[in-house]
């Protein structure tokens, strides 16, 4: 009975309606806070997921799957500010692209365009339009009646949008529009965020992509000297090379970088192994935002050949010089020489051959012609302007070499065997390089025969045809060459020769000259037998073009 008071106490003061419309209330807020507080951890856990090495596709990828979750929509586009360009980066679900990916939007008249430049959110009913947008075909073939544009921007720069359709008229919630611009912002901080340890990524991949590639050798020391980075051709160089030679390196590079440090400047050292290697060793220092030398870059430069080449270079010069001595002393004798030759004949008209005088003048005039032709031969071998190619016959370089070298064969007690092929057909050419490797080849064979002890000195210089080319052949009895040598006797400077006696670099000028004209010098050799050196000139013609000596 008092239940029934009550109940009708409070159905007529209006207590049991208050209390509907309360909880009614307190339910709509509860939802609106969980709805905040879902939003909320969506942020967070959108921004927790991105990861700064994540692909821009990961990243929407990430943020499209939590969205689900909170916003219904059937249909979202992403499209990317780049250089000035809005591009197409990807569309949600994946089979509802009407613009091929990568595709720019055009910018007259587009809603995406106003979006991002005026920075607000665009909503357009797709059935009744405000304005006749480019997009609007493209997005009605879809099915879609509304769609929401959401710009992306940072206080800096415009980044892209999203565009957001559904297929169901439904007028957007001013909350969920503040929630979706609220994300848009997050997105574009992790979307520049991306873009910018990309770019650095791809510029210290660059930077070690070239550190790499370097052919010197380069080292980066901190501000205690301790080695922080090398390239690839410093390990190369400490696998290939004997352990001396790396701790001299490594002595050498720590003290310049030492000095670098002390002195703030440039060093420089040149360092020589046991190979006979010669390279360079540069320390830089490096300067930080506030101009102190925070460290060190060592750079190590392979300068043997470099080093080889500028003593060749040397060598050539006298050389030059030599012929240009050898041309003027021997026009200098040719005057002398006419008196001598002249007077000589004028004296043996007068005299018979029984007369006493006879011998001796005879003997005059012969040794006359013999320094005459000696003059010619040296004029002619010094003689640059005429380097040219053009046709000769190879006999008449072997007896032009022959009679220049003639008394110093002799006066080594060397005998010489020619046996010349007389039927060889005229090759193209360079006369007076071909003969420098002659002269090469038979003082090559000279100084590997005088040193016998016995009387038995022999060398043999014959000419042949064989293959289509003609082959000059110099062989000796001498001291030989052991095989493994025979592999570096055309590498400049290679020698075991005296110093005054040679430099090592005949058979590389004249492995050179060959190879110029398209031939070659073979080589068989034993030790205490002899060696046999053979150039090969092929007899096709090659272009008559100025030959660099």
Not at 199 to 226: G, Y
Not at 383 to 406: C, G, M, P, W
Not at 411 to 416: A, C, P, R, W
Not at 461 to 473: A, G, Y
Request: net charge negative; proline share 2%; aromatic share 8%.
């Amino acid at each position: 009975m008092l239940e029934d008071k009550n109940e009708m106490i409070a159905l007529l003061t209006g207590v049991e309606s208050s209390k509907k419309s309360y909880y009614t209330e307190l339910k709509k807020t509860v939802d609106m806070l969980q709805k905040k507080n879902m939003q909320l951890e969506i942020i967070n856990e959108v921004m927790k997921s991105i990861k700064i090495d994540m692909t821009l596709e990961e990243i929407l990828n990430n943020m499209v799957d939590k969205l689900k979750n909170i916003i219904q929509f059937d249909r979202l586009s992403f499209f990317l500010l780049q250089n000035v360009r809005l591009t197409l980066i990807n569309v949600f679900p994946g089979n509802t692209f009407t613009i091929e990916r990568g595709i720019d939007l055009p910018r007259d008249n587009s809603l995406y365009w106003m979006a991002l430049t005026k920075r607000q959110v665009m909503f357009q009913q797709l059935e009744y339009p405000t304005w006749n947008f480019n997009e609007l075909e493209l997005l009605r073939n879809l099915k879609l009646t509304s769609i929401l544009v959401v710009p992306i921007y940072s206080k800096n720069k415009e980044i892209g949008v999203i565009c957001i359709g559904r297929c169901f008229l439904e007028h957007w919630h001013s909350d969920d529009i503040a929630f979706l611009e609220q994300l848009a912002d997050h997105l574009a901080v992790s979307i520049e965020n991306t873009q910018l340890y990309n770019e650095v990524l791809r510029s210290k991949q660059e930077w070690e992509n070239t550190f790499k590639a370097v052919d010197d050798m380069i080292i980066i020391f901190d501000k205690h000297v301790n080695v922080i980075q090398m390239n690839d051709s410093v390990r190369h160089f400490l696998k290939t090379h004997h352990h001396k030679d790396n701790l001299l390196l490594e002595q050498h590079y720590k003290r310049l970088a030492n000095k670098t440090f002390q002195t703030e400047k440039t060093s420089y050292k040149e360092i020589h192994f046991e190979d006979q290697s010669t390279f360079e060793l540069y320390t830089y220092p490096v300067y930080n935002s506030k101009n102190i030398v925070y460290g060190v870059i060592a750079c190590v430069k392979d300068v043997t050949e470099k080093r080889k080449m500028e003593v060749q270079l040397l060598h050539s010069g006298k050389l030059a010089a030599i012929g240009e001595m050898a041309a003027g002393v021997a026009h200098e004798l040719n005057s002398p020489l006419t008196a001598i030759l002249g007077n000589s004949q004028l004296l043996l008209r007068n005299v018979t051959d029984e007369d006493d005088s006879f011998t001796l003048l005879r003997d005059i005039k012969t040794c006359g012609v013999r320094c005459k032709d000696i003059i010619k031969s040296l004029l002619a071998f010094s003689r640059q302007e005429e380097y040219t190619f053009q046709s000769f016959h190879i006999n008449d370089a072997v007896k032009q070499v022959l009679n220049l070298l003639k008394y110093q064969l002799e006066k080594n007690q060397i005998t010489v065997i020619t046996n010349l092929h007389e039927d060889l057909p005229m090759i193209e050419g360079s006369q007076q390089q071909i003969e420098q490797i002659i002269i090469n080849l038979l003082l090559n064979a000279k100084d590997a025969v005088e040193v016998l002890v016995n009387d038995d000195k022999e060398i043999e210089i014959m000419t042949s045809l064989e293959n289509q080319s003609v082959k000059v052949s110099v062989r000796d009895n001498g001291i030989g060459i052991e095989q493994e040598r025979l592999s570096k006797i055309f590498h400049p400077f290679h020698t075991t020769k005296e110093a005054e006696k040679g430099t090592g670099l005949g058979l590389s000028v004249s492995i050179g000259i060959a190879k110029t004209h398209g031939g070659s010098i073979d080589v068989k050799s034993e030790v205490n037998k002899g060696s046999t050196f053979q150039l090969v000139l092929p007899l096709q013609p090659l272009t008559k073009t100025e030959v660099s000596v």
